[in-house]
């Protein structure tokens, strides 16, 4: 048997006679399979539930009565987009930014926020999920256990034994090192675990194993900083304060910093700001309900040129939804112009913020777990892109139906009488025009392509707290 792994059996030895570490361990254990359990039960539901609230929306859209097709357009839509099997680990940005949209004409909602029953249902547990357990808990369990390894030796005067034997420094470094890596093989089976349930839910297996190898170098990030404090550093007091500060340093002070730093740095309006300078672009392209609005004289000029027409009643199709449908199309141009500016100023913070992973792994962990799981603020931009491009679609193809199916002069006195109401009205298969909605996860390839930066930021993160530990081994003396 080799000296590393005779070192590395002795320190589990060390470790399951101490009371304090079988705790934090059994803790910690417990943490995770609640967290795990809960969270990935909470998935598989909300992914039903959505799913069933989808096909429902597009049949109560579809089942409803012969109707005026403005009153359709104002009907709306829903879309939703159901978690990704790895939001059972890591829900990411969900339940910040919602998961459902209203569709309606003439405007882009905003998503929606998680029911409120999902916070009741998990109590405590609502906000930690197994990512978090991770990314925060994990780390500090290997500081409990490593902080003393290369100190215990000096203080019981057993490594001067043991490098008077003949054994290097960098040999016990990597006995204990290897004592360390079994330790965090053991830490990742609940997350291979739970990997392998989203793959049985539909995860890319690409995806799933990208995420577990990615934690796998963030723990080994944590142990290779514990092993280097404590070949380093002289007394195990200074060692685990030493430790402790830096986990406080990386895992909570730099995080909250960098949101500060990146908010203030990248300046995005809010909502009523943009609402207010919205409303004012808007009403310069005219109101579409009013189609005697000056603002489409030049279009009114236009149509009737083109189909060699007097006046709007000569026309072979409805002025009405001529003037609905070019109004949405002006008004959707001047939305997507504001929510692609916001989109882009959150899209710079998030890069901007994942630029301090240089200082801290968690903060790259934390990027690369969101982005493999499917739940960044990238997939999230892709939604209200989707479902916008779902409302547009479906709102225009109504005032085509508008346009074609509806005689203007019925169209123009449909409020004069009930009976007039009535025959201002288009047969209930016109809304089929309504396409069906399904949001899926990126592929796995762009996902792993968007975390590549933060990945190979947790790379030189390993490849530089490793060398560090080989160089203070090798100045291990007596």
């Known amino acids: ?179 360390l890596l079994s330790v965090i093989a053991a830490l990742m089976i609940p997350l291979v675990a739970v990997a392998i349930y989203s793959i049985s839910l539909g995860e890319s297996a690409m995806a799933a194993s990208s995420l577990v190898f990615s934690y796998f170098i963030y723990l080994c990030i944590w142990g290779a900083l514990v092993l280097a404090a404590s ?66 004289q030049r279009l009114q000029a236009q149509v009737l040129e083109q189909y060699e027409a007097e006046t709007i009643e000569e026309l072979p199709i409805n002025w009405r939804g001529i003037v609905a449908s070019y109004s949405e199309a002006e008004l959707t141009d001047l939305l997507n112009e504001h929510a692609e500016n916001r989109m882009g100023l959150e899209a710079s913070q998030s890069r901007m913020f994942d630029l301090f992973g240089v200082i801290s792994p968690t903060i790259s962990i934390g990027s690369v777990s969101r982005t493999l799981s499917g739940t960044d603020l990238a997939t999230h931009h892709r939604f209200l892109r989707e479902s916008e491009t779902l409302r547009f679609n479906f709102v225009q193809a109504v005032n085509q139906v508008h346009v074609e199916d509806l005689d203007y002069a019925r169209d123009l006195n449909r409020n004069a009488s009930d009976e007039a109401g009535q025959l201002a009205r288009v047969s209930a298969d016109s809304w089929k025009v309504l396409e069906e909605f399904r949001f899926v996860s990126d592929a796995s390839g762009d996902r792993l392509s968007r975390a590549a930066l933060s990945l190979g930021v947790m790379i030189a993160w390993l490849l530089a707290s490793v060398s560090i530990v080989f160089l203070a081994a090798r100045r291990v003396r007596m």
């Open 1 to 179: 048997m080799s000296s590393a792994i005779r070192i590395a059996r002795e320190e589990w030895r060390l470790w399951l006679r101490s009371k304090v570490v079988i705790a934090a361990a059994l803790i910690i254990a417990v943490l995770l399979a609640a967290t795990s359990f809960l969270t990935a039960g909470r998935v598989v539901d909300e992914q039903s539930q959505r799913l069933d609230k989808q096909v429902a929306a597009e049949e109560a859209f579809f089942s409803q009565p012969d109707r005026h097709p403005h009153r359709m357009v104002h009907y709306g839509h829903y879309a939703f987009r159901p978690p990704p099997p790895l939001a059972a680990f890591e829900p990411g940005v969900d339940a910040v930014t919602g998961q459902s949209i209203f569709l309606e004409g003439h405007r882009q909602n905003t998503a929606m926020f998680a029911d409120t029953k999902a916070s009741a249902d998990l109590g405590g547990f609502a906000t930690l999920s197994p990512a978090n357990l991770y990314q925060l808990l994990l780390p500090l369990l290997l500081i409990v256990l490593g902080h003393a390894l290369f100190l215990r030796e000096r203080e019981s005067g057993t490594l001067a034994v043991l490098l008077a034997q003949g054994q290097s420094g960098v040999k016990l470094a990597m006995g204990k090192g290897l004592a």
């Open 231 to 296: 070949i380093i550093l002289k007394q195990r007091a200074v060692s685990l304060g030493v430790l402790v500060f830096v986990w406080l340093f990386a895992a909570l002070i730099v995080p909250r910093f960098a949101i500060n730093a990146s908010s203030a740095a990248i300046d995005a309006p809010g909502k009523i700001e943009s609402d207010l300078i919205m409303l004012a672009e808007q009403r310069k392209l005219g109101d579409g309900h009013n189609a005697a609005d000056p603002a489409f």
